[in-house]
């Protein structure tokens, strides 16, 4: 199965390059009426910024995974996706770096136009040969499925049935059958033997509970006695929702139970290197007049510090000095007479003049690119609550301290929602906001956080009912 998936990425990937190349030298060649060389310096270089480019842009929209069980419609969309920003990138490249040279409009704008006409139809080819390549029966594998459980009969529907991932079925073992099986139900599990006699087939996929080891062991020590090769398909679903990783460390194999994006070297590289171009840019260009304007009218309204810090929990609930204006009186209370934490509510009479413009358009959370910048927080990511809201919620919330396995955001997924403000009056809330946070941990792109972003700057001059 795994050959399978790789085969058709790097079918899809290797064709997808060689015309994007073959295009870039073939528009050119072309456009000067075969007066110069096929392969110019010009050329060369265009093309090899083209490939780097579509690379960057495909593999970060999702373009090169599996879409075997997904319409068409869907990497479509993703086609589009990536085209719109590749084409930005390059025309932006080749404008300024290749002004020189000769018909560099025209070969970006048909360049352009051949991936949007040539490569739906060619992606559709491959799909519909590949497709049937996979069904050929001197390709397929029969496959013999131990275990007539949820997770055996979901691996039957959504990588056998439709012969997709190269698999036919030989029949079920179990010690239960299932109304289901339509006659494809073969006997329990100690008939193995007979039952390889009996059949052709080529794998055995085990999907029973991995309750202990002679059974286990049984299986494998017959099926490969009779060449058979073994699959193991763990049944942890149950213990976690997310996606399951299983990686090697030296000669154990390692499951993890929830594998996020931002666990990868790369994603936390480009994360942090934009976390940090950001929050300059901001710094430089925004915060440099605005803060100290918003300093002097928080000095002129009330008494006190213009910043106020306050410890919250970050990456691997590390304590962390969260930063910013200060939207309070200085002496407010943090707690109730009962030891309560008591967050802001609407007409809460802490909360200053200014500090409630502050707070409606989030300006208060601007000293927090400097939490950014020294890499305590992220641009985008969970919001970090106060360290009381931290203990409330932890035992009251499912997958609570899940928020902490990247680093807290100036804003983040759940606050594009709408889930802010209090939560004390509607425990649901603090759900809905968790269950996005981890939505977003576990769907992470570069991309959705420049959507986030920008949501959030338009969200910044609407009125929030949530925010006070």
């Keep these: 199965m795994h050959k399978a998936l790789t085969l058709s990425t790097r079918t899809k990937l290797t064709v997808d390059l060689l015309l994007l190349a073959g295009s870039i030298f073939a528009i050119g060649y072309i456009l000067n009426r075969g007066e110069v060389a096929l392969f110019t310096r010009y050329s060369v270089s265009l093309s090899f910024l083209a490939i780097v ?7 970060s929209f999702g373009l090169y995974q599996d879409f075997r069980v997904k319409p068409f419609s869907y990497e479509w969309v993703l086609f589009i996706k990536t085209l719109l920003i590749y084409t930005l990138i390059i025309s932006f490249i080749s404008f300024q770096f290749y002004k020189t040279l000769l018909y560099i409009r025209w070969i970006v704008g048909l360049h352009a136009t051949f991936i949007f006409l040539v490569f739906p139809i060619q992606k559709l080819l491959i799909r519909v040969i590949l497709k049937n390549i996979r069904k050929s029966e001197s390709i397929l594998k029969r496959v013999l499925i131990v275990g007539t459980g949820e997770t055996g009969l979901d691996f039957y529907r959504q990588f056998v049935k439709n012969h997709q991932f190269g698999y036919k079925l030989t029949g079920f073992l179990d010690e239960k059958t299932h109304p289901s099986l339509n006659g494809h139900y073969l006997g329990n599990v100690s008939d193995l033997e007979n039952v390889i006699t009996e059949h052709e087939l080529d794998d055995i996929v085990i999907t029973t509970p991995l309750t202990g080891g002679t059974e ?9 006695k009779e060449g058979k090769r073994i699959h193991i398909i763990p049944d942890y679903q149950h213990l976690g929702q997310g ?7 030296g000669d154990m194999p390692f499951i993890t139970l929830r594998s996020l994006p931002l666990d990868a070297i790369e994603n ?24 100290p304007l918003i300093a002097l009218l928080i000095k002129l309204t009330s008494k006190g ?19 910013k ?7 407010s209370n943090d707690v109730d007479e009962n030891g309560n934490y008591l967050q802001a509510k609407k007409h809460d009479p ?3 003049r200014i500090g409630k413009i502050l707070r409606k358009t989030s300006l208060d959370e601007l000293p927090q690119f400097f939490n950014v910048l020294g890499g305590s927080m992220s641009v985008v990511g969970p919001r970090p609550h106060p360290v009381p809201l931290n203990l409330i919620s932890k035992n009251s919330v499912q997958n609570y301290m899940m928020r902490h396995w990247v680093k807290p955001g100036i804003t983040g997924w759940a606050q594009v929602k709408g889930y802010r403000g209090e939560t004390s009056s509607d425990p649901g809330q603090m759900k809905k906001r968790v269950e996005a946070d981890v939505w977003y941990m576990e769907n992470w792109t570069f991309w959705h956080d420049l959507q986030i972003i920008v949501q959030t700057l338009v969200n910044m001059v609407k009125v929030n009912e949530n925010v006070f």
């Design 216 to 224: 286990l062991q049984s299986i494998v020590e017959v099926g490969e």
């Design 243 to 249: 996606r399951m990783h299983i990686s090697q460390i």
């Design 350 to 352: 802490r909360i200053t």
């Design 53 to 59: 480019s579509w690379l960057l842009v495909g593999v």
């Design 268 to 291: 936390k590289f480009y994360k942090r290197a934009f976390d940090i171009g950001f929050s300059l840019l901001v710094i430089v260009l925004v915060m440099s007049w605005l803060m």
């Design 325 to 331: 204006f200060r939207t309070m009186v200085a002496c």
């Design 305 to 323: 510090p213009v910043l106020f810090k306050q410890e919250r929990w970050g990456l691997h609930n590390r304590p962390i000095i969260c930063y």
